[in-house]
């Protein structure tokens, strides 16, 4: 996860107090298919336009869909400029030295002798971040190593590895222990027999450690993934590398297949795909990506389930609620709060403002999804879900309405409940911070001001009407 902003690449800056400056880059997601986007180390490129004051720029350019800052990925190309043969080339060398050193069959070849090796010759580079078979040991002689790895480390390569911390690429946080049980014990209470780990490496691990350790849990496991750490410790069928946001699989049509094949099992029947991507990510190519294996999962349905979707946990933060059910209208919000292992403040046990945003997106009935109560929720009978406990029910707006786990307040001028920070404006004609600059739109729409939509999908300008159409 990244910092908690809807942008990458060429993005919306923030100003103090996280408001959006008017000026930015968004995505195209309606680009010729007959013209295939150019290339980057992470695949696939996504098409940008710049934006400043509601207006597009006249030209638009190729960017790295992964990474948001130039220094992580360089990449830029403008969407009608011509290269040379001789510059063609250079990229493709680039692309190719940029690949991780060792194929997938390698990694596997590797894995295989390495739990072959008694305990003591068992190592790990740290600073590689490597398993290290005896034929290696003079060429990390001066590295820190870790030795006598046992088989129940390597079940949990989450332990083992350091976390990516680029905040702007791959920052990783890892779920904590509580709601990385918490998701197991769900899933296996729903049913389901087969979880599609879409960046969510440590449930991947805690499913199969409960699938090898349990014989009445008949679960099983894919785990995709851009850290391509992970494929020294996974056979072929229970790891992909993978970029989310451009549904790009590194190793080709093999590792594709091993994806539509776990999709489509038992004709696509007890399957569930739980994805947690970096927050500094677009929600538009994420939405694209999902849908592409969604229709792969589809491929498999026979045309008397055409009308079933696929389950989806999508853990995200709460304020991107609006744009996420833009792209899939039968997702709710679930009222639990994801915490994570290494992030300082998405904590399990804070209060008030200092509790996790993170959230559960479902199309699931969350009538059918128990939360914890030892853990502060409540079921309440007129929503007949389960909410946290200061999430109170509001009878003017007939649901329980709040977001961030604190309790709401009901504002009769805009008809809806606001945070309990918020006063109403009578300048601004709706509920704001008390110290809101009122000079005009910071957050939401460039073009109408509006904050529960950007300026991509506002219906006051035509061109936007144009895009979204497409």
């Known amino acids: 996860m990244a910092a908690p902003r809807d942008g990458l690449g060429a993005v919306e800056t923030e100003g ?26 992470h695949g696939p490129t996504l098409l940008f336009v710049k934006v400043s004051q509601g207006r597009e720029g006249t030209r638009r350019f190729y960017a790295c869909s992964a990474c948001r800052d130039r220094k992580d990925c360089n990449f830029f190309q403008w969407e009608d400029e011509k290269l040379s043969g001789a510059r063609l080339a250079a990229r493709e060398a680039y692309n190719r030295r940029c690949q991780p050193p060792l194929s997938r069959t390698q990694c596997v070849e590797r894995y295989l002798k390495f739990i072959e090796l008694p305990l003591s010759q068992r190592k790990f580079c740290q600073r590689c971040q490597q398993l290290l078979l005896p034929d290696d040991w003079e060429k990390h002689g001066e590295h820190q190593v870790v030795g006598d790895v046992s088989l129940t480390q390597l079940k949990r390569p989450s332990r083992l590895l350091y976390p990516l911390e680029n905040k702007k690429t791959n920052a990783q946080y890892l779920f904590a222990d509580r709601s990385c049980q918490f998701l197991v014990d769900l899933l296996s209470t729903l049913g389901f027999r087969r979880v599609l780990c879409v ?38 069928d229970s790891f992909c590398h993978y970029n989310m946001f451009n549904h790009h699989f590194f190793d080709g049509k093999a590792a594709l297949e091993v994806c539509r094949t776990f999709l489509q099992e038992d004709k696509g029947e007890g399957v569930i795909m739980v994805t947690d991507p970096p927050f500094g990510g677009l929600v538009e190519p994420l939405a694209v990506t999902f849908k ?16 079933k979707e696929l ?8 304020f991107f609620e609006s744009r996420i059910c833009q792209f899939f209208p039968s997702f709710c919000m679930l009222d639990y709060q994801v915490d994570y292992d290494n992030h300082a403040l998405y904590k399990h046990g804070k209060t008030g403002r200092k509790q996790s945003p993170v959230r559960i997106f479902t199309n699931i009935p969350p009538n059918k999804i128990i939360l914890p109560i030892e853990e502060g929720y409540r079921f309440c009978p007129l929503c007949q879900r389960y909410v946290s406990l200061e999430n109170q029910h509001c009878e003017h707006c007939n649901s329980c309405t709040s977001k961030d786990g604190r309790k709401w307040n009901h504002c009769f001028f805009c008809k809806k409940c606001v945070k309990p920070s918020w006063i109403h404006c009578s300048i601004c004609n709706h509920c704001a911070l008390p110290d809101h600059s ?17 300026r991509s999908t506002c219906p006051n300008i035509s061109t936007s009407k144009k895009v979204n159409k497409e």
């Open 199 to 236: 960046g969510t490496p440590r449930l991947h691990e805690l499913i199969r450690l409960k699938a090898s350790g349990d014989k009445k849990s008949n679960i099983k496991s894919l785990l995709l993934d851009i850290d391509f750490r992970y494929s020294q410790f996974y056979m072929e």
């Open 311 to 318: 389950p989806i946990f999508w853990i995200f933060p709460y």
């Open 438 to 454: 009122c000079e005009g739109p910071k957050d939401g729409c460039f073009v109408c001001g509006e904050l529960d939509h950007k």
């Open 292 to 307: 592409k294996l969604i229709a792969m999962w589809k491929e498999g349905q026979s045309q008397d389930n055409s009308h």
């Open 16 to 41: 103090n107090g996280g408001r959006s400056e008017s000026s930015g880059a968004e995505v195209v997601l309606s680009s010729d298919p007959a013209t295939p986007a150019p290339l980057c180390p």
